[in-house]
């Protein structure tokens, strides 16, 4: 079986249009720090009408395969993740096939993964698991995590977002998965879901949604700690592993989450925990579970007390959900590219765990081991490669009401056939796809900016343009 | 690594409503044998408004559970596959944890997997995967292939059905798949998809999708036989196989579909093509490719001479798919359940070759080596379980009118919600989910037919009910 297998290289695409959550507080009339303190955000990306989840694919996944030399013929598996759904049969993945089918390569497994902001998690898995399995044929495989997260008008717009990420996956990875640790927590519930076809918009219970996001964790990580402690035979605790890495609706969760797993180590007499946390926690420690998700004293408690280790531990894997918003199946994801922006080759040798978390509901807690790793696949490359600083530094500010009319006009596209877009590819970079046209027979067409070639020239007999 | 990894059990389920085909074509005003030799279809099997998908699936799996006493706390892994969306971001899979909650287990992976009718193939190879795996904790898994088509009025309705299939996943199973031979083609195209969310029915472009559907048939072919060569230093013919199991939107397209394998073998000049053959093809040797996707004479004469073959070979897979209609996902195994319906334990040292198709498109060839297998998990055991000859013997026929009646229904609920169901549940067999309300809030309930629980009576925190 192939050893180490893992992530072996990453890029990063979110749209260059943002608006900044301070002043969206402002224009929506709500208090001052409602977005920026209550949710912990800083500015939120969107899609305008030229861009949607598959010129975000299509984006990612040139620029991977560029950035890294990979020949599309290497490819014999590509997984996506999303539940931006344009279509209800036909697979994003389909539309990434116009990159291989240039080159010949259509002998490619793998299809759209679909479980709220899980489905990049599965698809991750999924790909793993393929390179550790007998059908394994030694090629890579690419994961892509795609999504754009947009909210009614009302309390949950400020936590849109918008963005793809695209992972090489192979063997001998310096992010390498210990896929025998993890712990997974999956269930019925309606916290957040889409049964409204004709629009965008989820139907969204935010309050619940929070409490199944923390119950999850709660559960996941027994399991996780039950696993590692049958595996290594000693006690799991927080100390055990160097970062952690939440699923970001918004920073404000990523904090109580943290505090919430120290909150079980401490309910679990784990080690690691001190004696002035034993005093601040103590008189929690008679909460029922139902209780403790809703006392807002343990939940200040356990926050001061995890400050100094969320600083730490949690702290750089946060840049690119604050500055983005919520990305759905690839916020995870950036938390972890945030992480290697912040440290990348200081992350050798270190354990990074990460929780996944999908409405509806499907939650796991899993753990990579980071190595450097040989160039072009190394932690330092992958940090060089994503530029992270580069691309929030060229992004274009919206002012909120551009932003509100934008909204507007992509709730009266969504679904809709037989229109033309403006084609105004002015703010984004060289590279970038874009969507031209959707026919009066809803088919969707790309071209890409500057590229001398567009996704859209194959001519074979099974083209449907 | 576990070995021999694939189906250990099945079980089936399709409504017991359905009208005949003959008696649609009547009441269409269509030619007489327009459905039934055109197409090669007898019934078509319909959820009428107390069943849906999500009811299906939960019938299957508890069945499935139920017949052949499989603890639900064996189960780590649950695929679904499907392309009848009715929630964009809540995975059907979801619905089905209320089966294994009641038991306390949540660890279970796997989300939905979608591109039209190939998911439930993505789902088994991603179970299979998971068994062979180093995450693989030793437990079962469960693909659900689970998906109810519906067409417009017009020439595409007959080519409707419905169905729900679970299948038990684990080492050493009688149902084994041989991972190394499989050969896909995967490639974006508009010949079938579903871009108007707010219709359950589909865009069909019929002409381009069957093109679509025998290119991919050819392009799978060629690779899988380039790796069985490449594996076994032979050339792989016809002979090599003893059954071919086709994804059957309609009966017609797989005895086309066959017919193109034995053109194939005659073009790659295989040993197994006779002289008579030889003769009957030759003059269409010259054809390019698209021109040989046209020639009516090239289809009636390699069906003709591939008749013998087919009566051997695919004829014993068709029972299900020609009674029930496509099933979508569901379609390729309830073509493989017709087999093992007719041949049980005589297909013991059985090589199967399954060829699963999904438009958009995604397609595979791959290959099952059966063997008898221990009890509950032997192929004469399955038969015995699936009782096709029962389920089929115990259905309800409807008249045309009230089919087409159901279908104004269905359309009219679709997507809706705040309403119940008339919780006519007579039809159903006992044991049977149904779909009984759905509140203001989307929110779907089902309850079991002369069932102590419902699927509805879990409690925790983080039940949104």
Known sequence: MAKNVGILAMEIYFPPTFVQQEALEAHDGASKGKYTIGLGQDCLAFCTEVEDVISMSLTVVTSLLEKYQIDPKQIGRLDVGSETVIDKS?????????????CGNTDIEGVDSTNACYGGTAALFNCVNWVESSSWDGRYGIVVC????????????????????AMLIGPDAPIAFESKLRGSHMSHVYDFYKPNLASEYPVVDGKLSQTCYLFALDTCYKYFCHKYEKLEGKQFSLSDADYFVFHSPYNKLVQKSFARLLFNDFMRNASSIDDIAKEKLGPFSSLTGDESYQ??????????????????????????????????????????????????????????????????????????????????FSLSNIATVMDVAGKLKSRHEFPPEKFVETM??????????????????????????????????????????????????????????
Chains 1, 2 share one sequence.
């Open 295 to 376: 006392s807002r004293d343990l939940e200040k408690a356990s926050q001061q007390v995890s400050k100094p280790l969320y600083d730490a531990k949690v702290q750089p894997t946060t840049l690119i959900p604050k500055q983005v918003g919520n990305m759905y199946t690839a916020s995870l994801y950036a938390a972890f590219a945030s992480l290697l922006h912040n440290k990348n080759s200081g992350l050798a040798g270190k354990r990074v765990l990460l929780f996944s978390y999908g409405s509806g509901l499907t939650a796991t807690l899993f753990s990579l081991r980071l190595h450097e790793g040989q160039h072009p």
């Open 90 to 102: 036909k697979s994003i993945k389909t539309f990434l096939m116009q990159i291989f089918e240039k």
């Open 146 to 165: 795609t999504d754009s997260a947009v909210y009614a008008e009302g309390p949950a717009r400020p936590t849109g977002g918008a963005a793809a990420i």
């Open 408 to 465: 507007k006009l992509m709730e009266h596209r969504y679904g809709a056939n037989d229109f033309v877009t403006s084609k105004d590819c002015s703010l984004l970079s060289p590279g970038t796809y874009y969507l031209t046209e959707v026919d009066s027979k809803y088919r969707r067409f790309y071209a890409k900016k500057d590229g001398k070639c567009t996704a859209c020239e194959n001519g074979s007999v099974v083209n449907g343009h």
